[in-house]
């Protein structure tokens, strides 16, 4: 699996957008961009995965490059609720564990 | 929303002591796993299972540990003589499928493992 590289930590103003940067620039043709949260030491939460489009969901949208080589999250509207650490994989389709980095601490200032 | 389940939310053992820490991964959900967080540190791949057998384990999952279905709803990672340095956060996590779609992992709440 290709590695990421994510900024340590950022803040973020609560009701602005946070934009999350992860760059993967080894990334193969199979492998998807995936998006993770950890709220203190709750479980991974799964937030958004993508191959090459951009994507939006509830949560969050995705947009990847159109090299691939690197991808940002963005949080439309940041509440406090969404200070976590946000952890950027790659992963191709048929593997199985997820590598977890040391990710970005996100803290929503009030 | 359906949710992967674990029990206890927090087990104290002492050392050399077996633990068997319990999940309910999602109904329809085919794949496996067990993570672990050691306070402060990143999360750890531990073992996947799918087809009722492990189909990944990493280093951190030697002879100690084992994994097991013994019905269709739970799924048990079991130490056998637990020691200090396997104090930490347990995450059970289950997929439903392969491919495009279906492919995210979905984790449970932990289970806070103190050996004493």
Redesign the interface.
């Known amino acids: 699996d290709a590695k990421t590289t994510q900024p340590t930590s950022m803040d973020c103003a609560e009701g602005r957008a946070a934009n999350l940067p992860c760059n993967h620039s080894t990334i193969s043709g199979n492998e998807y961009v995936y998006w993770y949260r950890q709220i203190h030491s709750q479980g991974p939460q799964y937030i958004i995965h993508g191959l090459k489009n951009n994507e939006t969901n509830e949560m969050a949208s995705l947009i990847i490059t159109e090299d691939r080589k690197s991808s940002t999250l963005i949080l439309p509207h940041a509440t406090l609720r969404d200070t976590a650490v946000y952890y950027c994989i790659v992963r191709s389709n048929t593997g199985n564990q997820f590598y977890f980095g040391t990710g970005t601490s996100l803290t929503v200032i009030p | 929303e359906p949710e992967?389940t674990q029990t206890p939310s927090h087990q104290v053992t002492q050392m050399g002591q077996e633990v068997i820490l319990r999940c309910v991964p999602i109904s329809n959900h085919l794949?496996f796993?067990w993570?672990r967080?050691i306070l402060g540190q990143?999360?750890?791949?531990l073992v996947?299972f799918y087809n009722n057998e492990i189909?990944?384990k990493?280093e951190i999952f030697d002879d100690q540990f084992s994994v097991e279905r013994p019905d269709g709803s739970n799924f048990t990672l079991k130490i056998r003589s637990t020691k200090l340095e396997d104090s930490a956060?347990y995450?059970c996590?289950s997929r439903m499928r392969?491919?495009?779609s279906g492919?995210?992992?979905?984790?449970?709440?932990?289970t806070?493992l103190t050996v004493l």
Do not use: D, L
Not at chain 2, 42 to 45: A, D, G, I, Q, T
């Open positions: 992967v794949y796993y993570y967080q990143k999360v750890e791949f996947s189909s990944e990493s956060m995450f996590a392969q491919g495009m492919n995210e992992q979905f984790f449970g709440p932990g806070r």
